[in-house]
């Protein structure tokens, strides 16, 4: 296996993750394999922090209030995101039932601006309607004023269109009401936060270990000002101020996003990744967003080995916008870190494919059982494998034709590096006065070929699908309809709305008479409100109504049902029994679990940590 498969990138990350964890040691002389390359002098690696705290890795995660309401106006107008045939997120939902009573002469006015200034033609998604209002919040004060910049051809491309919304902004502020839910609205987003924390570590560990480096977060500036000279000497003199400023990486979760389309904006040294809730940060733009916080400051630090190749990287930019004609950015310094971000993303993800297809064949090698299918398995991993390369050079190929030139250079560069155990910062001032462009030139002459490979695999792929679909055995519609129905009940519960979550339990119940799943949902809708009571009488009124769904569900279950939700609600309603300090009934619950569980199942091993903890109160 190892003959043909090839992982080193995958194995470096896990072992720098682990490391990570570990205090620093001195690091391995460099390889020899790179001559022309200036070895840094000795020193430690940078391990990343191996903290749970967002602050280490510069992340802070949390709603923004003047974006909450800008969406909230954005929906009010008439732009809606939700596919075709699917029934609106739970929060829009909520969102639309409580801005129904909002003057329709405002609704109108606000409608009428968003289709006049909206993208014209098919091509225009939702997610790109609505990036320029994003941007546009970006550049505004908080509410309720709203303060806005002046008009200048600095503004992010696209918010002179829209720029005149914020009078309506203004009045939809102050006439619909939503001051006096946005507090409910940021609390909503914060629970969303909550869930993108764990990921968002996670992601910041993997892009570090790789990096092997630390995020930069204060900016230190010193300039020269001018004072009046003091006592008796006549005069000015020139004194040296040092400021130092924040960095921060902020994850902006936002329930009203288009799915999937993460919006990332750069406001001073603000790095914003506004994410829908439906996006993993580890497999998504946010990725790519944090890579470039990590990387602009360490770019930055080799200005001036990027000034000494401006003319070589601009004469790059030409050749390629005549190739393509292409409007590319002539900033250097954002074509080197474009290019360098792109190609960590790339470096990154083609390891984390890499890794999944090595534990999915390791994993199907288990069970081969003769050696024409170890052989069969054996061709199969190195197609793959070349599909996986393909698709990297695509990525980067695409990145190299939108501006960042350099992407295949820092590609090639940081292969050299990998596993080096230094911080990626000693390098870049030699990967950039390495830059050749005749090289660089000979590029899509190069990717060509496997581009064309990657865009007919995905071709073939999405047919594959889409025959699948096809050909597939018709669904239960009813019982997908419930099973959409208790996801949204989910996403209300994570929010803390028990009204709206039990109203909606309610009429499932009147559909779906017999159903286990929408009874032991009710049970943990009383029971989760319960917690939240503050008179000792509505909390035991509310537990005695969770015991009694929670009762309904183990009734209702047949042998045809999942035996989890008998297995949970039987949990359930121990723990709430214990509570109540009625231990022999909390007692029978937890035994009905283990007498029908095998010991290895995991509600088999909570019911009896639940019945020690019992047996020890």
């Not at 409007?327 to 999944?356: G, K, Y």
């Not at 949970?568 to 309603?573: D, E, M, P, V």
Request: a neutral charge.
């Amino acid at each position: 296996m190892k003959k043909f498969l090839t992982l080193s990138l995958a194995a470096l990350l896990c072992a720098q993750s682990a490391a990570a964890r570990q205090q620093p040691k001195p690091p391995q002389k460099p390889s020899d394999s790179q001559p022309n390359r200036q070895q840094p002098a000795p020193q430690q690696r940078t391990p990343p922090p191996a903290s749970p705290d967002l602050k280490d890795y510069g992340i802070e995660i949390a709603p923004d209030p003047r974006l909450i309401v800008m969406m909230a106006a954005l929906d009010a107008a008439g732009w809606d995101p939700t596919p075709a045939g699917e029934r609106p997120s739970v929060f829009r939902e909520l969102l639309r039932k409580d801005q129904a009573a909002l003057d329709p002469v405002l609704r109108k006015r606000m409608q009428d601006f968003y289709q006049r200034n909206a993208l014209k033609g098919d091509a225009a998604t939702p997610a790109d309607q609505a990036a320029r209002y994003v941007s546009l919040a970006y550049t505004l004060g908080q509410p309720p004023t709203f303060e806005e910049p002046q008009r200048s051809d600095d503004l992010p491309a696209g918010v002179l269109d829209v720029l005149h919304f914020v009078p309506l902004l203004r009045e939809f502020y102050k006439q619909s009401g939503i001051d006096g839910r946005l507090n409910t609205y940021v609390q909503a987003h914060r629970a969303a936060g909550d869930r993108l924390r764990a990921p968002a570590i996670e992601m910041a560990r993997v892009v570090l270990a790789y990096l092997n480096t630390r995020p930069q977060t204060t900016i230190t500036e010193r300039t020269r000002v001018t004072e009046p000279a003091k006592g008796k000497k006549k005069g000015e003199r020139q004194l040296t101020v040092t400021n130092e400023r924040d960095r921060r990486f902020r994850v902006v979760p936002d329930l009203l996003a288009a799915p999937g389309a993460v919006n990332f904006r750069v406001v001073g040294e603000d790095y914003n990744a506004i994410v829908p809730v439906d996006v993993d940060p580890r497999l998504s733009e946010t990725r790519r967003a944090y890579i470039q916080f990590v990387v602009d400051p360490l770019v930055a630090h080799a200005s001036g080995q990027i000034a000494a190749k401006r003319d070589e990287i601009k004469q790059l930019l030409e050749k390629e916008h005549a190739r393509t004609g292409n409007d590319l950015s002539p900033d250097v310094f954002l074509v080197v870190s474009r290019s360098l971000v792109s190609a960590a993303d790339a470096r990154l993800e083609e390891a984390l494919r890499l890794s999944v297809l090595q534990f999915e064949m390791g994993e199907r090698l288990k069970r081969a059982a003769d050696p024409a299918a170890r052989d069969q398995l054996t061709k199969e991993v190195k197609e793959r494998q070349a599909a996986i390369e393909d698709a990297a050079v695509e990525q980067l190929a695409d990145a190299y034709e939108r501006g960042a030139v350099l992407s295949f250079h820092f590609t090639d560069q940081l292969r050299g590096v990998e596993g080096s155990g230094f911080d990626i910062s000693n390098f870049i001032p030699d990967m950039v006065a390495s830059i050749s462009v005749e090289r660089e030139l000979k590029r899509p002459a190069e990717f060509a070929a496997a581009v064309a490979r990657a865009r007919e695999a995905r071709s073939r792929a999405q047919e594959a699908r889409a025959k699948q679909v096809r050909e597939a055995a018709p669904t239960d519609e009813r019982r997908a309809a419930l099973l959409k129905s208790l996801g949204d009940v989910d996403d209300l519960l994570r929010v803390h709305n028990y009204e709206e979550a039990e109203t909606r339990l309610v009429a499932l119940r009147e559909q779906y008479r017999d159903e286990p799943l929408v009874y032991f949902a009710l049970g943990q809708t009383a029971s989760l409100s319960a917690q939240e009571a503050f008179d000792e009488g509505l909390q035991a009124q509310r537990l005695n109504a969770a015991l009694a769904h929670f009762r309904q569900a183990i009734l209702f279950s047949t042998p045809d049902t999942d035996p989890s939700v008998a297995f949970r609600a039987h949990l359930a309603s121990g723990r709430i029994l214990a509570h109540l300090e009625r231990r022999d009934e909390a007692a029978r619950e937890f035994d009905a679990v283990i007498s029908a569980s095998a010991p290895s199942d995991r509600w088999h091993q909570e019911a009896l940590a639940e019945k020690k903890k019992l047996s020890g109160q």
